[in-house]
Structure formats: structure tokens, C-alpha cells
């Protein structure tokens, strides 16, 4: 476990641009990035503006077409997806805007698979046990072995969030959790989220349009035209 | 649990349902090719089983007959042959073609003499008394003879009615115009083998009478032997015992046995099971391409899924391997739906085949009663069992893969923004 205050991610003159139609468009353009244990940064900016962009590059889900990236001074620029995959189960946790839960499944199979595939070496006890610990804190115990498809959106994110929770990650990576839930809802999910963070002493990286919600994180940063600007 | 396993079965059997719907119609199909191949492959070892048990049972286990004509010193070989503990009876028998008269007709049948003397019906390689549907084994003499029931009818002759029987060489002498009278016999019973091609041209008459007819005296074309073990390799390998200890008796003595007599057939009822398998083979193919369908809309409706997949940790090869455990599952499933259906429609085929005849309107099946069939012969063997059970296995498992490979191919980046 790293002690607080030290780099889990560095990234160094960031790029990454996406090909549309002849035309090549970048993205991202030379960014510079760092997360510390502990901390929580909030990525602000208009729709395009690349923070998702940004949000895959920094979790290892895309690949850079400059620069470098190291998670916890490990660089990740040449690892295989294979090698990615395996260091992305213990380091990052995420939170989706449209919750990216599995239909098929009940709150608590959801919960169960992503804690399979997060950790390998948990047993049938001891992930049970986390379950039923993170379906208590997201407030979900009666709706536990309901079909996912069957809750609201509040509750879907909630699974979310215990999911992201799961397999103890170092950093949770959340894309505009609110994004699709009413004002109410919104205020209840990234003060649950919040709270479990600090609780959990996760580091965060929030992508968010609200700038009201932006202030509850230690970090803020405003993603224009693919750079930061104050 | 490896979780791409947990995953896989939650896939096809998702938590509130039984089944989900695409892994359904995928397993019905991979079921109704099974199980038609196994219908089929079981009917056709039944026709081959049945039809194989009664050439056995009409030309005898093995026979042994001299490539130069008739055999004059037969008694030592006789006793030879008796002795050996391989074989359960040994019968002498002399055969020809002849000429066979009625008031009615004429027909040119073989006649076969067997050894009534000192034999009862047990005692004879040939079980004749299974074979007569009119008369019995103990009337037949030197002076009767039992005919075949199409040969009857073509002569127009009964039980206890007289025919007029030219051997080969009375027919040469009639031809030098010598005037010599057939020998008269009479029909004491009627034989139905349960083969036509047999039954038209078939004559028994006792080892003595039929000599006297042919003027062959002691002779003999050769021996009919029975084995205490009936089972095709053991009659194969004391076949080859036989054919070198004939050689050292006499050279001109030949071995057969009832696969020999009858290679053409046997080798056309093997050829006809292998086309009509590798024929349905499509069916489980065309089944495996409903897999491949719907394991290949499965990864479109589930890219995100995939994505999401990926982006908790899961690898490249264990989303794969989920896609091709779904498509085992389904062949699994499928394949073990398929037979116990396949046994359901065997077992009950009788019914099954009445009423198809009903909605047919037609009652006249011809093929029952012919090569002792009397309803659709059936023989389950294990091996073509497991082979097509195996094989719809790895049908399934292939059809998977190119859908697998696919998911596992996507970018989770591009998958998670998958619309």
C-alpha cells in the first residue's frame, strides 16, 4: 500500500488524436498529469472537450499517441493489453455515467463478477463478505438480489459505486457519475461516492460538468481544446 | 468458479429466467441435428444389423467348398472339422442349378441337398426349421423336397403336389436327343428365408436325393459350418485358422465366410451410412451457424458489456474463452437434448410411424416382412454415439470462436462507447 501522499498517476506531454473521415483530429495535446494517494481531482470542461478521452488514457483503457504514463512510477506505455487488464483489476475502479451494469444479473451477481475478475486470490467467503459490506453502505440490502434492470437510476449508480469498490482499488475513475440522474439523485450519489472515497482513502478522478460538485475535490482542472487552462 | 465460466452460464441462464432466448433456439437447433443424425445412424445399424443377421443366418457362418468341383473323399475332412472345438455343427451340403417343372410352369432354381439322415433341425448349420412356413423338417427325404414360397407360386405348386426336376447333365442329355425321364419329387414344405433374391430360387432336398439327382453319388460341394461364436471378428479369425489348415489338407479347398459371400452388399450398406451421415452432417452445421448467429448478435448487444468486461480487468482470452464456454455450453446442452429426444422418438418409433402413415393415408409398407422386417429395425451403438456427440461438440465450440475472437479483439475504450 503506498503511503499518502505518494504518485499513482504521472503523465508526461499527453497526446492523442482520433481519425475522422481524411481528417485527423486532436484530442488531447500535450498534457501534463499527476495523481497523488489520497487525492481527488476533478476534470471539468464543455461536451468534446476530451475529458472522457482523457479519463480512458490515464486507466490504460486507450493507448497514447505521444507521451508517457506511469502508474505508481511503472510505465504503461508498452504493456500488452493482457499485462494492462491484470494491473487495472488491483489499481482503478470506475464509475460510469450510464452505470455499465450487467442486465442479466442480480445486484448482487453484478457485484460477485466484478469481484471474480478483480481479484483473483478472494475466496467465495471473503468476497461474499465485501459484498454484503458494500451493498450495506450503498443502502441497497432489500434490493440485493433484485434484477439490475429493475432499479432506478439512483440505485443503478449506487451498484456502481460499490462495484468500483470492490477489489479495493487505489484510484476510482468516475465519468460524470450524475450524468443521468435528476438533481436529487445526483447530490445523493456523489455524496455517497465522496464519502466512501475518503472513508476508503481512494484517490479520485471526477469528470464532471458541474461545477458545484467540482468543489468538493481537492484538485480542479479545466480541460479546453484538449489543454488545461486555469 | 473462474469468473468467465460464471459469466458464460449467467449468459445462457440468466438469474429470473430459465433460459434466455437466443441460447434456446441455438440449443434446438444443435438438439434436432443431433438428434436426427443419431435417428438416422440407429436406423440404419438396425436395417445393417438385421439385414447382416439374416445373410449370416442364410449362408451359414462359414463355408468351405473345393474351386475344382465336387469333393469325392470328404469323410476325414468331416470328422476334421467336427472336432474342432471353434466349430458348434458341421453340415455337408451339395448344390446346383437345375430345371424345375410343373404342370403349370417352369423356373431354374439351385437346389441345395443337406444331410437329413442322421440330423435333426438343430443339428444343421442352416436353422431351416425357421425357415419353413409350411410342412415340417421331419418329411423331408430323398423323395420330397421343400421350395421356396415365390418359387411355389411361380410353379403354382402346394404342399403334397409333384414337380419334375432336370439336373444339368439330364439337360445335356436331352440335348444329344436321348430320351431320359426326370426324377419326380415332392413338395413336402414351404421356405421363406425372409430374402426374396433367395426365397425365387430356392430348392432343399435331402444330401442322398439330391446326389442321386446330380448322379453324384458320395460327392459333395462342401461343408456349412456354425460356430459356437458368432461374433463377426471371431468368425473372421477362425476363417484364416480354417484357410491354412485347408491349405495343408488340400489346395484347392476354399474358405469363406457369410462377409465374404456377401462383400457387395455389406460394402454398400457401410458406404450408404457414411453418405447419409456425412449428409447430415450440414444439418449440424446449418445448426452451428445459428450458434455462430447468435453468439455473433450476442457480442454486438454486449459490446459495451465487453467493454466493461475489459475495463474491470478481465483479459482478452478469457472474454473469448466466455464466447466459446457459451458455445460448448449450447453444443453441451444441445447434444445431450438431442439424444435423450433421438431415444424418445426410437423407442417410441412404432407409434410414431403408425401415425405418419395415418396422415399419410397410406397403409401398404412394403419393406415390412422383407429380410425379416417387420417393424424399423433399430441398433444403438455407443461409438456412433459418442462420435456425434463429440462432434456436435466441436462444431459448437468452432462456431463460437469467430464471435469470440471478435469480442475479444475490441478495444475497451471503443466498446464502452459503443452505441
Given at each position: 500500500m503506498s503511503s499518502k501522499g505518494d504518485i499513482l498517476i504521472s503523465g508526461k506531454d499527453l497526446w492523442k488524436s482520433f481519425t475522422s473521415g481524411d481528417d485527423e483530429v486532436s484530442i488531447i495535446k500535450g498534457l501534463d498529469f499527476s495523481l497523488a494517494q489520497g487525492e481527488s481531482i476533478s476534470i471539468m470542461g464543455d461536451s468534446g472537450s476530451g475529458k472522457s478521452t482523457l479519463l480512458n488514457l490515464l486507466s490504460g483503457l486507450d493507448c497514447l499517441d505521444k507521451g508517457s504514463l506511469k502508474w505508481k512510477e511503472r510505465s504503461?506505455?508498452?504493456?500488452?493489453s493482457s499485462t494492462l487488464s491484470s494491473l487495472r483489476r488491483s489499481f482503478i475502479g470506475f464509475v460510469f455515467q450510464s452505470f455499465y451494469l450487467v442486465p442479466d444479473l442480480t445486484v448482487y451477481e453484478n457485484l460477485y463478477l466484478s469481484a471474480k475478475i478483480g481479484s483473483k486470490n478472494m475466496s467465495r467467503d471473503v468476497i461474499h463478505k465485501r459484498i454484503k459490506k458494500y451493498i450495506e453502505k450503498v443502502d441497497l440490502k432489500d434490493r440485493e438480489q433484485h434484477s439490475v434492470t429493475t432499479l432506478s437510476g439512483g440505485e443503478k449508480q449506487r451498484v456502481a459505486i460499490a462495484r468500483a469498490l470492490i477489489c479495493d482499488p487505489l484510484i476510482i475513475f468516475a465519468?460524470?457519475?450524475?450524468?443521468?440522474?435528476?438533481d436529487h439523485s445526483s447530490k445523493e450519489i456523489l455524496e455517497l461516492l465522496l464519502s466512501l472515497v475518503e472513508i476508503e482513502k481512494k484517490s479520485l478522478v471526477l469528470v464532471t460538468h458541474n461545477s458545484d460538485f467540482a468543489q468538493y475535490t481537492n484538485k480542479k482542472l479545466f480541460l479546453k481544446n484538449g489543454t488545461f487552462y486555469d | 468458479m473462474p469468473w468467465y465460466l460464471y459469466y458464460a452460464l449467467k449468459q445462457l441462464f440468466p438469474s429470473k429466467k430459465v433460459i434466455s432466448y437466443f441460447s434456446m433456439i441455438s440449443i434446438i437447433g444443435v438438439a434436432l441435428g443431433v438428434s436426427v443424425l443419431i435417428i438416422v445412424q440407429s436406423v440404419m445399424n438396425g436395417f445393417g444389423e438385421n439385414i447382416r443377421r439374416h445373410l449370416a443366418k442364410t449362408h451359414g457362418d462359414i463355408i468351405i467348398y473345393s474351386s475344382e468341383g465336387l469333393l469325392q473323399d470328404w469323410g476325414g475332412l468331416f470328422e476334421e472339422l467336427s472336432s474342432d472345438k471353434s466349430i458348434k455343427q458341421v453340415s455337408p451340403y451339395i448344390e446346383s442349378i437345375l430345371m424345375v417343372q410343373s404342370e403349370f410352369s417352369t423356373a431354374f432354381p439351385y437346389i441345395r441337398g443337406i444331410n437329413v439322415r442322421n440330423s435333426g433341425?438343430?443339428?444343421?448349420?442352416?436353422?431351416i426349421d425357421e425357415f419353413i412356413?409350411?410342412?415340417?423338417?421331419?418329411?423331408?427325404?430323398?423323395e420330397t423336397i421343400f421350395l421356396g414360397v415365390p418359387l411355389a407360386d411361380k410353379l403354382n405348386v402346394n404342399i403334397g403336389d409333384s414337380v419334375a426336376l432336370y439336373s444339368p447333365k439330364l439337360l445335356e442329355y436331352l440335348t444329344e436327343e436321348e430320351w431320359l425321364f426326370p426324377k419326380e419329387f415332392v413338395v413336402a414344405g414351404l421356405l421363406q428365408t425372409g430374402s426374396p433374391k433367395v426365397d425365387e430360387n430356392l430348392v432343399i432336398g435331402s444330401l442322398g436325393g439330391t446326389q442321386d439327382l446330380l448322379e453324384a453319388e458320395n460327392e459333395i460341394t462342401g461343408f456349412l459350418i456354425k460356430l459356437w461364436n458368432e461374433d463377426e471378428r471371431a468368425i473372421e479369425s477362425t476363417k484364416a485358422l480354417l484357410q491354412n489348415r485347408m491349405g495343408d489338407y488340400e489346395e484347392s479347398l476354399l474358405v469363406k465366410n457369410w462377409m465374404d459371400m456377401n462383400a457387395d452388399l455389406l460394402f454398400i450398406l457401410e458406404q450408404e451410412k457414411m453418405v447419409i451421415s456425412f449428409i447430415i452432417i450440414f444439418i449440424i452445421l446449418v445448426a452451428s451457424f445459428s450458434i455462430a448467429v447468435a453468439l455473433t448478435l450476442s457480442v454486438i448487444r454486449k459490446t459495451r458489456e465487453i467493454g466493461l468486461l475489459n475495463a474491470l480487468g478481465a483479459e482478452s482470452w478469457q472474454i473469448a474463452l466466455c464466447f466459446c464456454l457459451q458455445g460448448l455450453f449450447i453444443g453441451l446442452v444441445g447434444s445431450l437434448s438431442g439424444i435423450a429426444f433421438a431415444f424418445l422418438v426410437l423407442e417410441n418409433r412404432d407409434a410414431l410411424f403408425g401415425a405418419y402413415l395415418w396422415l399419410m393415408n397410406s397403409n401398404d409398407v412394403q419393406f415390412l416382412g422383407v429380410y425379416d422386417l417387420y417393424s424399423i429395425p433399430v441398433k444403438y451403438l455407443w461409438k456412433d454415439f459418442i462420435q456425434v456427440f463429440l462432434l456436435s461438440l466441436i462444431i459448437s465450440f468452432s462456431a463460437a470462436l469467430i464471435p469470440a475472437l471478435k469480442a475479444a479483439k475490441l478495444k475497451p475504450s471503443e466498446a464502452l462507447r459503443y452505441e
Open positions: 504503461i506505455d508498452n504493456l500488452s465519468d460524470e457519475p450524475t450524468g443521468n440522474l435528476d | 433341425p438343430n443339428d444343421l448349420a442352416l436353422p412356413v409350411a410342412g415340417s423338417y421331419e418329411s423331408l427325404n430323398d
